[in-house]
T-cell receptor, first 117, second 114 residues
């Protein structure tokens, strides 16, 4: 079975600095996809960035980048130039195949990020 | 363009009661998936609805059931509530062909069972 592990329950970062949120995964599949979501206190999960296992380059989306190390099975999220609005829960997720070839997401336990002014 | 709308936002129920949660998908989306997020944990997949049928189901008991209507909206029903059913219930809609890549989540319904 696939598994996502996020070992940092909480992180602090100073405004305008960069921060790395850790994610390791376990899968026996050769083809897989990794996602990062942000969950503010309002509750909705906001998609941030996606990395496919065969993507040759690390994914980037604005201030978000994904440090993908396939051999280590890690997919860490890097947020550059942190802003106060970045304070939220962050979840790493992986797609997992369902019986009809569609997918569901399996999530890690999340990291709470607090940005200090 | 409205995103995913869930109602109610908060709900308090007594153990043993039944509850119905509702989800209106984003315009253009025809597939709805439900996730349960217990406090301090990541969301867990409950089931997925497409073409008014339950297509796939996670590891949840039969007390959890659902429905999808012709307008693609969906309901999640939980019978014989247990204290452990207290959680944030998230609905994610997507165009069927996009699957998880097209997910838009609602803000959830926070259910408290006392």
């Amino acid at each position: 079975a696939q598994k996502i592990t996020q070992t940092q329950p909480g992180m602090f970062v100073q405004e305008k600095e960069a921060v790395t949120l850790d994610c390791t995964y376990d899968t026996s599949d050769q083809s897989y996809g990794l996602f990062w979501y942000k969950q503010p206190s309002s509750g909705e999960m906001i998609f941030l960035i996606y990395q496919g296992s065969y993507d040759e380059q690390n994914a980037t989306e604005g201030r978000y980048s994904l440090n993908f190390q396939k051999a280590r099975k890690s997919a860490n999220l890097v947020i550059s130039a942190s802003q106060l609005g970045d304070s939220a829960m962050y979840f790493c997720a992986m797609r997992e195949a369902l019986m009809d070839s569609s997918y569901k997401l399996i999530f890690g336990s999340g990291t709470r990020l607090l940005v200090r002014p | 363009d409205a995103g995913v709308t869930q109602s109610p936002t908060h709900l308090i129920k007594t153990r043993g009661q039944q509850v119905t949660l509702r989800c209106s998908p984003k315009s253009g989306h025809d597939t709805v998936s439900w996730y349960q997020q217990a406090l301090g944990q990541g969301p867990q997949f409950i089931f997925q609805y497409y073409e008014e049928e339950e297509r796939q189901r996670g590891n949840f008991p039969d007390r959890f059931s659902g429905h999808q209507f012709p307008n693609y909206s969906s309901e999640l029903n939980v019978n014989a509530l247990l204290l452990g059913d207290s959680a944030l219930y998230l609905c994610a809609s997507t165009p069927f062909r996009e699957g998880v890549y097209g997910y838009t989540f609602g803000s959830g319904t926070r259910l408290t069972v006392v």
